[in-house]
């Protein structure tokens, strides 16, 4: 798979068929454009190319510095390539991209970087300054330069923004069930191994201390989850407990990220994990004394081991 970041320097793409978003979460919904995006690519021998953007455009135009992805740029990627896209073009989104007028935006993007055959693209699709560019547009656009434009059905867009909606809202309320339903896959995040208070390990549950590496990246509720580790260290997967929250039990201020693996004691400073989220096992609880959280999260430990078992 090749990933561009510099639009003046694009190959010549062969009978390029195009659909352009952001397409975080590469979810079901996304599934089924990328699956057409790739099945009219084959049908004219011509290469599947997916147009995406960084940073986000509403992070630019609206100023929106509050957003958290479903997915980081380099997990957006490996989904798509699982899904036989080989190219991937990242437009460097700012002020001067977002204030191209549509005309402009059909001619000196679409037409002179990618000369596409087929432009895949939704009925409510915008771009240019003020949004004023449509698919009406974007038909007259191919009619004056030779490209045809095909409409991704309403039914799947509405799946698509039903679907982020509720995957997010999901996460932010510890539903892991709902969201890894409507991902098709098992939400995951990934970061370096960091040192800690190490409490854990005097209470016979020794925790690694994940620094997760992207900012935008959206973390789960505050709570007890059962997991799937990955250690690139180790090349190797693990099962284990994760707590996100801010360990009240030992006063804790600060929100930490901490995973409990089953049948491990190695080091793991310096190292990145990837955590596989199966389910939320309960909230964070403040227990009176340290032998009754060590016994709640013996019985996390047996309700984790069943969870896998199944």
Do not use: C, W
């Not at 190219?87 to 204030?99: A, Q, R, T």
């Not at 992207?214 to 090349?235: C, H, M, Q």
């Amino acid at each position: 798979m090749q990933v561009y970041n510099n639009i003046h320097n694009l190959p010549s793409f062969t009978n390029a068929v195009l659909t352009i978003g952001t397409f975080d979460g590469v979810h079901q919904g996304h599934v089924q454009i990328i699956k057409q995006l790739v099945q009219e690519a084959k049908e004219i021998n011509g290469t599947p190319v997916v147009i995406t953007f960084y940073p986000h455009p509403r992070m630019v135009v609206h100023k929106d510095s509050q957003m958290f992805f479903l997915n980081t740029s380099q997990e957006k990627y490996k989904l798509l390539q699982d899904l036989g896209i080989e190219h991937i073009v990242v437009v460097p989104f700012d002020k001067d991209f977002s204030e191209q007028t549509a005309e402009v935006y059909i001619k000196n993007f679409l037409v002179e970087k990618f000369h596409p055959h087929t432009i895949i693209i939704g009925y409510d699709h915008k771009f240019g300054v003020n949004r004023e560019g449509d698919y009406k547009m974007l038909e007259e656009g191919g009619e004056q330069y030779g490209f045809k434009v095909k409409e991704i059905p309403e039914h799947i867009l509405k799946s698509v923004v039903i679907s982020s909606t509720k995957i997010r809202q999901a996460l932010q309320s510890g539903e892991i069930g709902t969201a890894n339903e409507f991902l098709g896959y098992t939400y995951s995040f990934s970061g370096k191994v960091v040192y800690g208070k190490q409490i854990g390990r005097t209470l016979g549950f020794p925790t690694a201390n994940i620094e997760v590496n992207d900012f935008y990246k959206l973390i789960p509720a505050i709570g007890i989850y059962a997991v799937g580790v990955y250690s690139e260290k180790f090349n190797q997967h693990y099962n284990g407990m994760l707590s996100i929250g801010t360990n009240p039990t030992v006063d804790g201020k600060k929100t930490t990220i901490e995973v409990n693996i089953f049948d491990f004691d190695d080091d793991l400073y310096d190292s990145i994990l990837e955590v596989k989220l199966i389910h939320k096992l309960r909230n964070e609880e403040k227990f009176e004394t340290l032998p009754e959280l060590v016994e709640q999260m013996k019985k996390d430990k047996v309700a984790t081991e069943e969870l896998f078992k199944g």
